[in-house]
Structures are given as structure tokens and as C-alpha cells.
């Protein structure tokens, strides 16, 4: 069974910075799309960033230029580097394959919250 184990979250006042990390188990991670998702408080959970597995990236327009994704196929490992943090990306972040389903499992998510 694939496991996803997302890390680096915290407490970070408005402006400041983090850096995510999510290690997935399996052989096959350097072929699949990878993104990050979010879930705030009272909100669905949404796609923030995904990186192809050719290393093309794309952004949802409320992070766009604020956060990076990038990718280590060595390490099974994908990243978000967030930056001019917000109090509205106040959430917990996961990370997973770019398309999922409602029958995806999903790791613990690492909680960021955002002081003002």
C-alpha cells in the first residue's frame, strides 16, 4: 500500500516562510504527477501546486509567485516552498498524485498556520 508522509509544517507569522515535504513509498514515483492540496477550515480541500513528472509546474492563482513546487525522483520526495505566507493559507496541506478520486487515500497532512 502506497503511503504518503507530508512534513514541515508549523506556526509562522504573516510574511514568513516554510518549507513542505512529502516522502511517498513506491517504485513508481519519477513517472506520476505530483501536487500539494489544502484543506482550510470549513473548506473542501483544493489543488494549491502540481509538478509533472517532467518537472512542469502550474499554480492555483492565490499562490501563485508566493509558493514553488519541486521534485527529488532520487528520494521519492516532493516539496513546497512557501513564502509571504497569508493568514488564509491557513490549512492542512497534503500532498498526492495530481489526479485523485474520492476513493484516494491520503496521508496525515502537515498543519500550517498562518498568524496575522
Known amino acids: 500500500q502506497v503511503q504518503l508522509v507530508e512534513s514541515g509544517g508549523g506556526l509562522v507569522q504573516a510574511g514568513g516562510s516554510l518549507r513542505l515535504s512529502c516522502a511517498r513509498s513506491?517504485?513508481?514515483?519519477?513517472?506520476?504527477?505530483m501536487g500539494w492540496y489544502r484543506q482550510g477550515p470549513g473548506k473542501q480541500r483544493e489543488l494549491v501546486a502540481a509538478?509533472?513528472?517532467?518537472?512542469?509546474?502550474s499554480y492555483a492563482d492565490s499562490v501563485k509567485g508566493r509558493f514553488t513546487i519541486s521534485r527529488d525522483n532520487a528520494k521519492n520526495t516532493v516539496y513546497l516552498q512557501m513564502n509571504s505566507l497569508k493568514p488564509e493559507d491557513t490549512a492542512v496541506y497534503y500532498c498526492?498524485?495530481?489526479?485523485?478520486?474520492?476513493?484516494?487515500?491520503w496521508g496525515q497532512g502537515t498543519q500550517v498556520t498562518v498568524s496575522s
Open positions: 513506491g517504485s513508481i514515483f519519477s513517472i506520476l504527477a
Open positions: 509538478i509533472s513528472s517532467g518537472g512542469s509546474t
Open positions: 498526492n498524485t495530481r489526479s485523485v478520486g474520492p476513493n484516494t487515500a
